[in-house]
Protein backbone atom coordinates (compact mmCIF):
# COMPACT_ATOMS: atom_id res chain seq x y z
CA UNK A 1 0.00 0.00 0.00
CA UNK A 2 1.56 3.33 -1.09
CA UNK A 3 1.84 6.49 1.37
CA UNK A 4 -1.19 9.66 0.18
CA UNK A 5 0.64 12.32 -1.22
CA UNK A 6 0.58 15.31 1.11
CA UNK A 7 2.96 18.61 0.54
CA UNK A 8 6.13 18.69 1.93
CA UNK A 9 5.48 22.23 3.52
CA UNK A 10 3.21 24.75 3.48
CA UNK A 11 3.27 28.44 5.35
CA UNK A 12 1.06 31.10 6.45
CA UNK A 13 0.75 34.38 7.96
CA UNK A 14 -1.07 34.49 11.50
CA UNK A 15 -4.93 35.48 11.15
CA UNK A 16 -4.73 33.18 7.45
CA UNK A 17 -6.19 30.22 6.53
CA UNK A 18 -3.98 27.53 4.98
CA UNK A 19 -4.66 23.91 3.71
CA UNK A 20 -3.64 20.66 3.28
CA UNK A 21 -3.86 18.12 0.51
CA UNK A 22 -3.97 14.25 0.94
CA UNK A 23 -4.17 12.44 -2.61
CA UNK A 24 -4.83 8.90 -2.71
CA UNK A 25 -6.45 6.30 -4.65
CA UNK A 26 -10.13 4.99 -4.86
CA UNK A 27 -8.20 2.16 -2.66
CA UNK A 28 -8.54 4.93 0.35
CA UNK A 29 -9.31 8.09 0.53
CA UNK A 30 -11.75 7.57 -2.91
CA UNK A 31 -13.50 4.41 -1.19
CA UNK A 32 -13.95 5.57 2.27
CA UNK A 33 -15.45 7.94 4.25
CA UNK A 34 -12.58 6.82 6.94
CA UNK A 35 -9.71 10.27 6.62
CA UNK A 36 -8.44 11.06 9.58
CA UNK A 37 -5.87 14.42 10.08
CA UNK A 38 -2.99 14.50 12.88
CA UNK A 39 -1.05 16.84 14.67
CA UNK A 40 2.18 16.28 15.29
CA UNK A 41 5.12 18.40 16.97
CA UNK A 42 8.87 17.36 16.96
CA UNK A 43 9.86 14.76 19.54
CA UNK A 44 5.92 14.54 20.40
CA UNK A 45 2.98 12.06 19.98
CA UNK A 46 0.92 12.75 17.15
CA UNK A 47 -2.77 14.05 17.97
CA UNK A 48 -5.96 13.56 16.57
CA UNK A 49 -7.53 16.64 15.06
CA UNK A 50 -10.28 15.35 12.67
CA UNK A 51 -12.05 11.92 12.01
CA UNK A 52 -14.52 10.68 8.96
CA UNK A 53 -13.36 13.29 6.68
CA UNK A 54 -15.07 16.41 8.55
CA UNK A 55 -16.07 15.61 12.23
CA UNK A 56 -13.64 17.33 15.20
CA UNK A 57 -12.91 15.57 18.53
CA UNK A 58 -13.18 16.69 21.64
CA UNK A 59 -10.36 18.86 22.63
CA UNK A 60 -9.45 19.80 18.84
CA UNK A 61 -9.65 23.73 17.76
CA UNK A 62 -12.90 24.51 15.76
CA UNK A 63 -10.50 26.15 13.39
CA UNK A 64 -9.84 22.91 12.19
CA UNK A 65 -11.89 21.60 9.14
CA UNK A 66 -12.18 18.64 6.69
CA UNK A 67 -13.27 17.90 3.63
CA UNK A 68 -13.14 16.07 0.96
CA UNK A 69 -13.49 15.59 -2.94
CA UNK A 70 -12.88 12.45 -5.15
CA UNK A 71 -9.27 10.50 -4.20
CA UNK A 72 -7.97 13.85 -2.29
CA UNK A 73 -8.76 15.18 1.28
CA UNK A 74 -8.19 18.75 2.53
CA UNK A 75 -7.62 20.08 6.21
CA UNK A 76 -8.30 23.45 6.43
CA UNK A 77 -6.82 25.76 9.25
CA UNK A 78 -8.28 29.34 9.66
CA UNK A 79 -7.04 32.17 11.93
CA UNK A 80 -3.96 30.69 12.08
CA UNK A 81 -2.13 31.19 15.34
CA UNK A 82 2.05 30.55 15.87
CA UNK A 83 0.76 27.48 17.69
CA UNK A 84 -0.22 26.00 14.68
CA UNK A 85 3.06 25.28 14.03
CA UNK A 86 3.95 21.54 13.46
CA UNK A 87 3.57 18.44 11.45
CA UNK A 88 0.21 17.08 10.17
CA UNK A 89 -0.47 13.98 8.68
CA UNK A 90 -3.70 12.78 6.67
CA UNK A 91 -4.67 8.74 7.00
CA UNK A 92 -6.77 6.89 5.55
CA UNK A 93 -8.55 3.07 5.69
CA UNK A 94 -7.36 1.36 2.78
CA UNK A 95 -8.65 -1.78 0.85
CA UNK A 96 -7.20 -5.24 2.42
CA UNK A 97 -7.68 -3.50 5.94
CA UNK A 98 -4.71 -1.43 6.41
CA UNK A 99 -4.10 2.25 7.29
CA UNK A 100 -2.29 4.33 5.30
CA UNK A 101 -0.72 7.14 6.23
CA UNK A 102 0.98 10.08 4.34
CA UNK A 103 4.03 11.21 4.12
CA UNK A 104 3.40 14.69 5.88
CA UNK A 105 3.43 18.43 6.04
CA UNK A 106 5.37 20.57 7.97
CA UNK A 107 3.24 24.00 8.74
CA UNK A 108 5.27 27.16 9.62
CA UNK A 109 3.60 30.32 10.84
CA UNK A 110 5.67 33.15 9.39
CA UNK B 1 -6.37 9.88 32.68
CA UNK B 2 -6.71 8.07 29.55
CA UNK B 3 -2.60 6.77 29.22
CA UNK B 4 -0.43 4.24 27.52
CA UNK B 5 2.87 3.83 28.25
CA UNK B 6 5.27 2.22 25.73
CA UNK B 7 8.41 0.44 27.05
CA UNK B 8 10.82 -2.58 26.10
CA UNK B 9 12.59 -0.39 23.73
CA UNK B 10 16.41 -0.36 22.89
CA UNK B 11 19.56 -1.40 20.48
CA UNK B 12 19.39 -4.77 18.92
CA UNK B 13 21.43 -6.53 16.20
CA UNK B 14 20.52 -7.00 12.82
CA UNK B 15 18.74 -10.36 13.20
CA UNK B 16 17.77 -9.94 16.54
CA UNK B 17 14.82 -10.21 18.43
CA UNK B 18 12.53 -7.31 20.64
CA UNK B 19 9.16 -7.49 22.95
CA UNK B 20 7.74 -4.26 23.31
CA UNK B 21 4.98 -3.71 26.06
CA UNK B 22 2.30 -1.03 26.31
CA UNK B 23 0.45 -0.38 29.60
CA UNK B 24 -3.26 0.92 29.37
CA UNK B 25 -4.62 3.18 32.06
CA UNK B 26 -7.71 5.28 32.45
CA UNK B 27 -9.76 3.04 30.43
CA UNK B 28 -11.15 -0.78 30.20
CA UNK B 29 -8.78 -1.86 27.10
CA UNK B 30 -11.25 -4.90 26.51
CA UNK B 31 -13.51 -2.53 24.80
CA UNK B 32 -10.77 -1.29 22.53
CA UNK B 33 -9.29 -2.36 18.98
CA UNK B 34 -5.48 -1.28 19.39
CA UNK B 35 -3.04 -0.73 16.73
CA UNK B 36 0.87 0.11 16.40
CA UNK B 37 2.08 2.66 14.12
CA UNK B 38 6.06 3.43 14.06
CA UNK B 39 8.02 6.79 12.87
CA UNK B 40 11.86 6.21 11.50
CA UNK B 41 13.91 8.85 12.10
CA UNK B 42 13.17 12.21 10.63
CA UNK B 43 10.22 10.42 8.75
CA UNK B 44 6.43 9.83 8.37
CA UNK B 45 3.87 7.68 10.01
CA UNK B 46 3.82 4.64 9.26
CA UNK B 47 0.69 1.81 10.67
CA UNK B 48 2.36 -1.83 11.25
CA UNK B 49 -0.41 -3.71 13.66
CA UNK B 50 -4.03 -3.54 14.42
CA UNK B 51 -5.55 -5.90 16.86
CA UNK B 52 -9.36 -5.95 17.68
CA UNK B 53 -10.79 -5.55 21.07
CA UNK B 54 -11.01 -9.51 21.31
CA UNK B 55 -7.80 -10.16 20.31
CA UNK B 56 -9.30 -12.89 17.51
CA UNK B 57 -9.14 -10.07 14.67
CA UNK B 58 -5.29 -9.31 13.46
CA UNK B 59 -3.92 -7.45 10.67
CA UNK B 60 -0.02 -6.48 9.22
CA UNK B 61 1.23 -4.20 7.20
CA UNK B 62 3.61 -5.86 4.48
CA UNK B 63 6.80 -4.52 5.88
CA UNK B 64 6.31 -6.20 9.00
CA UNK B 65 3.96 -9.56 8.10
CA UNK B 66 5.80 -12.60 9.32
CA UNK B 67 7.99 -11.13 11.12
CA UNK B 68 6.30 -9.21 13.95
CA UNK B 69 3.75 -10.72 16.21
CA UNK B 70 0.44 -8.59 18.19
CA UNK B 71 -1.09 -9.84 21.16
CA UNK B 72 -2.83 -8.60 23.94
CA UNK B 73 -3.37 -9.29 27.84
CA UNK B 74 -7.05 -8.40 29.30
CA UNK B 75 -5.50 -8.80 32.56
CA UNK B 76 -2.56 -6.99 32.34
CA UNK B 77 -4.54 -4.19 30.42
CA UNK B 78 -1.17 -4.61 28.08
CA UNK B 79 -0.48 -5.12 24.72
CA UNK B 80 2.71 -6.21 22.74
CA UNK B 81 4.76 -6.21 19.64
CA UNK B 82 7.33 -9.22 19.34
CA UNK B 83 9.49 -8.39 16.84
CA UNK B 84 11.76 -10.93 14.95
CA UNK B 85 14.54 -10.78 12.23
CA UNK B 86 15.16 -7.43 13.11
CA UNK B 87 16.31 -4.72 10.16
CA UNK B 88 18.18 -1.41 9.93
CA UNK B 89 14.88 -0.17 8.27
CA UNK B 90 13.23 -0.90 11.24
CA UNK B 91 14.57 1.61 13.51
CA UNK B 92 12.07 3.62 14.73
CA UNK B 93 10.22 5.04 17.53
CA UNK B 94 7.40 3.06 17.79
CA UNK B 95 4.01 4.71 18.78
CA UNK B 96 0.63 2.17 21.10
CA UNK B 97 -2.29 3.75 19.64
CA UNK B 98 -6.12 3.35 20.61
CA UNK B 99 -8.94 3.46 18.17
CA UNK B 100 -11.71 5.68 18.97
CA UNK B 101 -14.40 4.17 20.46
CA UNK B 102 -16.83 1.43 17.78
CA UNK B 103 -14.06 2.11 15.29
CA UNK B 104 -11.66 -0.03 13.97
CA UNK B 105 -7.96 0.72 12.14
CA UNK B 106 -8.93 4.27 13.18
CA UNK B 107 -9.51 7.05 14.20
CA UNK B 108 -6.45 6.64 16.56
CA UNK B 109 -7.53 8.79 19.36
CA UNK B 110 -4.96 7.92 22.24
CA UNK B 111 -1.13 7.36 21.37
CA UNK B 112 1.41 6.81 23.94
CA UNK B 113 4.97 8.44 24.26
CA UNK B 114 6.59 6.04 22.12
CA UNK B 115 9.45 3.66 22.44
CA UNK B 116 12.47 3.98 20.52
CA UNK B 117 14.18 1.11 19.02
CA UNK B 118 17.13 1.28 17.05
CA UNK B 119 18.35 -2.20 14.83
CA UNK B 120 22.47 -1.94 14.37
CA UNK B 121 25.64 -3.90 14.57
Known amino acids: QSALTQPASVSGSPGQSITISCSGTSSDVGGYDYVSWYQQYPGKAPKLMIYDVTKRPSGASNRFSGSKSGNTASLTISGLQAEDEASYYCCSYASGSTLVFGGGTQLTVL | EVQLVESGGGLVQPGGSLRLSCAAS????????MNWVRQAPGKGLEWISYIGATGSTIFYADSVKGRFTISRDTAKSSLYLQMNSLRAEDTAVYYCTRDKIGYWLGPLDVWGKGTTVTVSS
Open chain 2, 26 to 33: GFTLSSYS
